[in-house]
């Protein structure tokens, strides 16, 4: 009966060890301001990858160059309030906030997709994918993770990109 009842325990601690644990890879934030006059467009997404490195594409009008793209690497403290939002979201765990439209026409958009799964590379596990859109009926933490994202990129960084998309004016003299 010992014997059983050990190699049940075993059994059981074997399973446990395997269990598969998803980790995020990468959190990416995309932002358009709606429709609006052609010299108020603006459109930039934020890249965030697990390892704490980042991006922003950036691009403000619309001419037809490229958007500015200047990559950074996010603190530890943003890194660790990043996970610990996806974690109580239970992104992780397959579930996705409620994507519920609050019925407004027009205004920006803003949307965050998260690619997740299991880092073990022994492992033949796909990588998921869900994404949502920020609406006024959406959660607290989902705001939070919302805002987070635009905080994640420095105000030096913010006021360099917004300085080189201003046309410069002409004087007369």
């Known amino acids: 009966m010992k014997k059983i009842l050990l190699a ?3 059994l059981l601690a074997a399973n446990l060890s395997m269990a598969q644990t998803n980790q995020w890879f990468t959190i990416s934030y995309k932002y358009y301001s709606g429709p609006v006059s052609p010299q108020y467009q603006k459109m930039y997404t934020i890249t965030v990858n697990y390892d704490k490195s980042a991006e922003i ?41 409620k994507d519920s439209a609050d019925g407004k026409i027009g205004g920006p ?14 492992l033949d596990q796909p990588t998921r994918q869900v994404s949502f859109k920020e609406s006024s009926n ?8 919302f805002a987070l994202m635009e905080k994640v990129v420095t105000k030096k960084i913010w006021k360099e990109l917004e300085k080189k998309d201003k046309p410069k004016e002409k004087t007369d003299k």
């Open 138 to 145: 959406s959660s607290d933490d989902v705001k939070k993770l």
């Open 57 to 97: 594409s950036y691009h403000e009008g619309m001419d037809k160059m490229a958007p500015q793209v200047v990559p950074f690497t996010i603190s530890k403290t943003n890194h660790k309030k990043i996970s610990a939002l996806i974690k109580k979201l239970g992104i992780l765990d397959g579930t996705a906030p």
């Open 8 to 10: 049940l325990v075993l």
């Open 109 to 122: 958009e803003k949307t965050i997709t998260i690619s997740y799964g299991n880092p073990n590379p022994n």
